[in-house]
């Protein structure tokens, strides 16, 4: 009877928690913080790398791979009782059993901690990438302007153990809003720069077969990182029902994130085509890694800086976005193994001058601070952009992105083997298998050579 009083003043939903108050736009702009990141600065190197024909096409069929893998997914937030998953695991859990819910456990955390680690790399390449733009317009474009940067890594570091302590993803609208737009901004800026850089060639640099390489196997190793770039830039279906679980209700949840969906990726690959394809046509071979640090572009320098800035404060939110995940499921299990620790369940209220008070759990501010010291120092040791995004991509666009949503697909909706649904389906996860092999293959070889070549 208390949760019925809870549910007519609004303040619970149909599970006892606190009322979810997500809208569709909310939901957009969670999923564009998710997706346009730091993928979308490499894709003019990929389109470089396939070429005119296979690199355009390439980012379209990732693209409705991607809604795919999203529609199916959203359909598994709620069971036939009405229950929620309120995260990927609790679906694979409860469509798939506990052994495949373990290794789900393990690629969806090592693949959001990767992220974050790419994200480390992205941030402080373009802080660089600032001071190395004002160099270059005050000492030419030939200047020897060699910046390090670890300095940066550790700067972004330290703001993301303050940034950490924010509770979960039910106190982070406002950081996807902040987010969401600085990704827009950055990306039209690169958009327009390249635009702006074919206009000024007079004719659209590149070829049909794309960049050229010493010999076939080095244009194949290639051509698979790029995929595996490319696989990188796209899918968000690791964090698709956390997401999902902000949603209020009605209308239904699914049909709210099918429409968010649809609008997050018809936005965000009218982004990658005009990033990819323009970035490409402005600087043909010599196309580089990093499309606004990689200094394709030198003036105006100003309009770099701030682009660069954006990237800065869009990651911000961004190493959040994908970050909570792994503390809410991490936590969840030490509250579960330890339920008597005041280490691990105690909150402390502290009030500090000119601030609201805020709570504090002394496990959650441990393990939060040594995960992203951790990811902080892994971007140091591997600060490589391109290969570090395509073994990423690659790693985590089939298991996560395709397997798991097909096969509890299959479960909810009872589909019977050798059915017409069943071979696409089937069929469309083989493809998207051998598609995330090669590209990971390709993406180790070139993160072995750049480590160790």
């Not at 506990?98 to 955390?109: D, K």
């Not at 796209?234 to 997401?243: A, N």
């Amino acid at each position: 009877m208390a949760v019925q009083r809870s549910l007519d003043n609004g303040t619970c939903d149909d599970d006892g928690h606190p009322a979810r108050t997500g809208t569709l736009w909310s939901c957009v702009a969670h999923i564009i913080t998710a997706v346009i990141g730091s993928g979308v600065l490499s894709l003019a190197w990929s389109t470089a790398q396939l070429g005119w024909i296979a690199g355009p096409i390439a980012l379209l069929v990732f693209a409705i791979i991607t809604y795919l893998s999203a529609f199916l997914l959203s359909d598994c937030y709620r069971s036939d009782d009405g229950t929620r998953n309120k995260s990927y695991m609790d679906a694979v859990d409860l469509y798939l059993g506990r052994n495949r819910t373990w290794l789900c456990a393990f690629l969806q955390n090592l693949s959001l901690y990767g992220t974050d680690i790419a994200y480390v790399i992205t941030t402080s390449t373009s802080m660089r990438a600032i001071q190395k733009s004002n160099c270059y317009h005050r000492e030419g474009q030939h200047a020897p302007c060699s910046y390090g940067d670890i300095s940066y890594m550790l700067l972004f570091g330290a703001v993301q153990v303050v940034m950490s302590q924010i509770p979960d993803f039910h106190n982070m609208e406002w950081l996807s809003v902040v987010a969401a737009i600085m990704s827009f901004t950055y990306s039209f800026i690169g958009f327009g720069l390249g635009f702006a850089q074919v206009i000024e060639n007079g004719r659209i640099k590149g070829s049909i077969t794309g960049v050229p390489a010493a010999n076939i196997a080095d244009k194949l190793w290639l051509a698979f990182q790029a995929l595996g770039d490319i696989a990188f830039a796209y899918p968000y279906s690791i964090i698709l029902l956390e997401i999902q679980d902000t949603l209020r209700s009605p209308p239904p949840e699914n049909k709210t994130m099918k429409k968010a969906s649809m609008i997050s990726i018809f936005v965000t690959t009218f982004f990658y085509l005009c990033c990819g394809c323009f970035g490409y046509a402005a600087f043909g071979n010599k196309t580089p890694g990093n499309l606004l640090t990689g200094f394709g572009f030198y003036e105006p320098y100003w309009l770099i800086d701030f682009a660069n800035a954006c990237i800065v404060l869009h990651l911000v939110g961004g190493y959040q976005i994908f970050g909570q995940p792994v503390f809410a499921f991490v936590e969840r299990w030490f509250t579960k193994k330890f339920p008597s620790s005041g280490f691990v369940n105690n909150f402390y209220t502290f009030k500090l001058p000119l601030l609201p008070s805020f709570q504090v759990n002394p496990f959650k501010v441990c393990f939060r601070t040594a995960y992203v010291a951790s990811t902080t120092v892994i971007a140091m040791i591997f600060p490589y952009f391109n290969q570090v995004l395509g073994v990423l991509g690659a790693l985590n666009f089939w298991p996560l992105a395709i397997y798991f949503p097909v096969e509890m697909y299959f479960v909810q909706k009872k589909i019977q083997p050798w059915t017409r649904k069943w071979v696409v389906l089937r069929s469309f996860s083989i493809f998207c298998l051998l598609v995330s092999i090669v590209g990971l293959i390709g993406s180790i070889q070139g993160l072995i050579s750049a480590r160790f070549g």
